[in-house]
């Protein structure tokens, strides 16, 4: 079984940044997929960025040049540094783990930024 816990959000005004963890249990982490995602108010869920086992990286369009996603697998983390922030960013993020067929997520952080 694993856990994700996310940590490092908050409220921050716009131009801001943030960095937000998310720490896992077990033994797979290292080779698993990291992906966060977030979800506004009444939004569909969206993917942020991903980094693969092997440290490859994607990012959302819109959000490549102000977030970056990077992992520490000595720590089982995964990480994700917000800046310029926009209100339009506002969310709940959540780090979600893939590995082979298996899927985890976590609780979730809110990420509020004002204007």
């Known amino acids: 079984q694993v856990h994700l816990v996310e940590s490092g959000g908050g409220l921050v005004q716009a131009g801001g940044s943030l960095r937000l963890s998310c720490a896992a249990s077990?033994?797979?982490?290292?080779?698993?997929?990291m992906n966060w995602y977030r979800q506004a108010p009444g939004k569909q869920r969206e993917l942020v960025a991903s980094?693969?086992?092997?440290?490859?990286?994607n990012y959302a369009d819109s959000k490549k040049g102000r977030f970056t996603i990077s992992r520490d697998n000595a720590k089982k983390t995964v990480y994700l540094q917000m800046n310029s922030l926009k209100p339009e960013d506002t969310a709940v993020y959540y780090c979600?783990?893939?590995?082979?067929?298996?899927?985890?997520w976590g609780q979730g952080t809110q990420v509020t930024v004002s204007s």
């Open positions: 077990g033994s797979i982490f290292s080779g698993s997929a």
């Open positions: 980094i693969t086992s092997s440290g490859n990286i």
């Open positions: 979600n783990l893939e590995w082979r067929t298996l899927e985890y």
